[in-house]
């Protein structure tokens, strides 16, 4: 059964940083691509990043790059995002997602997830 938890988010200021965390099992972690997506209040599901099966190829969103930083220990079966310069616009859950390495090949209806961490950045 696969099981996704995610972990680390917090209240921040603008301007401050975050690392998301996401434990994985049920699966072979080191198989798969994997990825975040968020969703903001009143709003639908966001590809934000992902990385390939062995942690090499990185793909982002535009509004994260260089701000945001996906990476993954597959000895630990653990995704990553770290996250800085926050701003308001960060705002939302944050979803550890099995596939997905790019927003194309990102299936929101069939791409298992967690249940999300939330993010909130403000003063």
């Known amino acids: 059964q696969v099981q996704l938890v995610e972990s680390g988010g917090a209240l921040v200021q603008p301007g401050g940083s975050l690392r998301l965390s996401c434990a994985a099992s049920g699966f072979v972690f080191s198989g798969y691509a994997m990825s975040w997506v968020r969703q903001a209040p009143g709003k639908g599901l966001e590809w934000v990043s992902g990385?390939?099966?062995?942690?090499?190829?990185?793909n982002y969103e535009d509004s994260v790059k260089g701000r945001f930083t996906i990476s993954r220990d597959n000895a630990r079966n653990t995704l990553y995002l770290q996250m800085n310069r926050l701003t308001p616009e960060d705002t939302a859950v944050y979803y550890c997602v099995k596939g997905g390495f790019r927003s194309s090949t990102w299936n929101r209806d069939t791409d298992y997830r967690g249940q999300g961490t939330q993010v909130t950045v403000s003063l």
């Open positions: 990385i390939d099966s062995r942690g090499n190829l990185r």
